[in-house]
């Protein structure tokens, strides 16, 4: 219970899936979890079961769309006045949306805004709280759905040519990007005490991509019965956010706790500071520049 007292770790999308089962698991290994969800009722039913389950009482929720980015900087801005230091970052909350393109509130592809734009900016407004910590980290949950992927950054908005799969596509391979980006950054500004990971889950038999709709839903549910369950799916999650020797490495990738290449012709150091510098931008930020 007790091998991670005193470590405070923030999960995104924390209320189902993988980041329920992530965030329990770090509860009862003593951990102060905090919760990002965008329901405030689930949020808090799930603290409180989290609760009744670890007996451990220090479980707290903050609430925000990552959709939208005012609600990203509100929810940093507390999250910076309430903690004194933040040990780990999951960016777990990823979706897929439907056949029809869709824009967040501030007007950007709503699976680039979710998946890839707020947690960048989530990231940059916690980092100051990151560099608090002896030893952060901060561990982005990306998928093997980068190979199915048409990324550009001359439409990245997805205004010319939008699909649910290769949009979903596309922003997993931006999570990864933005985790190779930010480790060498932060090796260039000679930052030794924080490092970023990037991860596949597995396919997870979750409710990832029913809100997709048509034939792709339809498939995602005849596949469901050979997913991996959620707590499976949490192991590489739980793993880069805890184990002492993952620690010690930044800007990888992995998969059932393994380190993998990425294998992507797009995911070049060029396209990935391009595609930091639109992302700051996009998002109004500036970070490790």
């Not at 409180?48 to 990203?72: K, M, R, Y």
């Not at 949306?97 to 916690?126: C, I, K, W």
């Not at 391979?173 to 490092?195: D, K, P, S, W, Y």
Request: aromatic share 8%.
């Amino acid at each position: 219970m007790s091998d991670l007292q005193d470590k405070i770790i923030l999960i995104t999308g924390a209320t189902s899936g993988i980041g329920k089962v992530t965030a329990h698991e770090l509860a009862r290994r003593g951990a102060h979890v905090v919760l990002l969800a965008r329901n405030r009722a689930k949020a808090a039913s799930t603290r409180q079961e989290i609760i009744d389950a670890t007996g451990n009482p220090h479980v707290d929720t903050a609430l925000a769309d990552l959709s939208v980015l005012q609600q990203v900087r509100d929810v940093a801005a507390e999250i910076n006045a309430q903690y004194p230091r933040l040990d780990v970052l999951i960016n777990n909350a990823g979706l897929m949306f439907g056949a029809q393109r869709e824009v967040s509130a501030d007007g950007y592809e709503m699976t680039l805004a979710t998946n890839h734009l707020g947690p960048f900016l989530l990231t940059s407004l916690l980092f100051d709280l990151l560099r608090k910590s002896p030893a952060a980290r901060v561990v982005n949950v990306a998928s093997m759905a980068y190979r199915f992927s048409k990324p550009t950054l001359d439409d990245f908005q997805s205004e010319r040519s939008y699909s649910p799969i290769w949009e979903y596509g596309n922003t997993k391979l931006f999570n990864i990007m933005f985790t190779q980006e930010l480790a060498r950054r932060l090796r260039g500004h000679g930052i030794a005490n924080v490092t970023t990971n990037a991860l596949h889950p597995g396919a997870v038999a979750t409710n990832y991509g029913k809100q997709s709709g048509g034939w792709l839903s339809a498939v995602l549910e005849l596949g469901r019965p050979f997913m991996i369950s959620p707590a499976k799916g949490a192991e590489t999650s739980i793993f880069l956010a805890t184990d002492a020797q993952a620690g010690t490495v930044s800007g990888g990738y992995f998969s059932k706790k393994k380190a993998e290449p990425v294998k992507s012709s797009f995911n070049t150091p060029a396209n990935a500071q391009r595609l930091w510098a639109m992302s700051e931008q996009l998002t109004g930020t500036q970070f490790l520049d």
